[in-house]
């Protein structure tokens, strides 16, 4: 792992806070807004249960959590973030939905989770692992908060492997989305680091084995446009 991305990560919560109000309008528009499509895929792998009480970590303005409450199975999200920022955000637009009833959202570290054994039936984390201290340290803790058949879903950054889409993949992200996201952010460099996290995270068969190591079984891996992104899933039983 590069050292000076691994130290970054350790505070990258700063950063969050610095770039929250124009957050959501940058990964929208970064992303062409596919970044709503990939949120919503995570509907179609709820465990199979009548009633989900749902953990989402590195919630950030609470998209996971607003897309999670889509389905009337799943009563109850509570996310977590280390960004004071991004959860203000995020707490007014779940009280703009109204839906402070159902959708939780606090400080709280991914890493080492403020939970109880066996709380949770689902646990979720979309584009927030990589930026984590400790991803499998953060993953035996999840595991470890998650009933004996809860099941999570890492939703991640991804290098293609195809070479054209690769080509164009790493010129966008190396050149275009950094200079963009950093000048409407007014951040120096919050961007070109966010880029360079991706590239210095472990995916595919290597974040699986993550997940194994930690314990999770019926392992699944889903390759999200092109290979841009991947899904990630595994249950605890």
């Known amino acids: 792992m590069n050292n000076e991305i691994s130290e970054r990560k350790k505070e990258s919560y700063k950063i969050f806070n610095e770039i929250a109000s124009t957050y959501d309008f940058l990964n929208h528009t970064l992303s062409f807004g596919i970044d709503i499509y990939w949120r919503n895929k995570l509907l179609k792998h709820l465990p199979q249960k009548e009633s989900i009480n749902a953990l989402d970590l590195a919630t950030?303005?609470?998209?996971?959590?607003?897309?999670?409450?889509?389905?009337?199975?799943?009563?109850?999200?509570?996310?977590?973030?280390?960004?004071?920022?991004?959860?203000?955000?995020?707490?007014?637009?779940?009280?703009?939905?109204?839906?402070?009833?159902k959708i939780f959202l606090m400080l709280g570290d991914g890493v080492t989770i403020p939970a109880a054994d066996t709380s949770f039936d689902l646990t979720t984390i979309s584009f927030g692992i990589r930026n984590f201290s400790d991803p499998q340290k953060s993953l035996f803790d999840i595991y470890r908060v998650l009933k004996n058949d809860g099941r999570l879903m890492?939703?991640?950054?991804?290098?293609?492997?195809?070479?054209?889409?690769?080509?164009?993949?790493?010129?966008?992200?190396?050149?275009?989305?950094?200079?963009?996201?950093?000048?409407?952010?007014?951040?120096?460099?919050?961007?070109?680091?966010?880029?360079?996290?991706?590239?210095?995270?472990?995916?595919?068969?290597?974040?699986?084995?993550?997940?194994?190591?930690?314990?999770?079984?019926?392992?699944?891996?889903?390759?999200?446009?092109?290979?841009?992104?991947?899904?990630?899933?595994?249950?605890?039983?």
Do not use: C, W
């Open 60 to 101: 950030g303005t609470g998209d996971v959590a607003l897309t999670l409450v889509k389905d009337a199975r799943v009563k109850k999200v509570t996310g977590l973030d280390l960004s004071k920022g991004m959860i203000d955000v995020g707490i007014e637009k779940v009280k703009q939905r109204k839906l402070d009833k």
């Open 154 to 237: 890492v939703m991640e950054f991804a290098i293609p492997t195809n070479p054209l889409v690769r080509a164009i993949y790493f010129f966008y992200f190396r050149y275009l989305l950094p200079k963009i996201g950093n000048l409407v952010s007014k951040h120096k460099d919050a961007y070109t680091y966010l880029n360079k996290s991706v590239e210095d995270f472990p995916y595919g068969d290597e974040f699986l084995a993550l997940m194994k190591n930690a314990g999770f079984k019926n392992l699944k891996k889903q390759s999200l446009t092109f290979g841009i992104a991947m899904l990630y899933i595994g249950d605890k039983n």
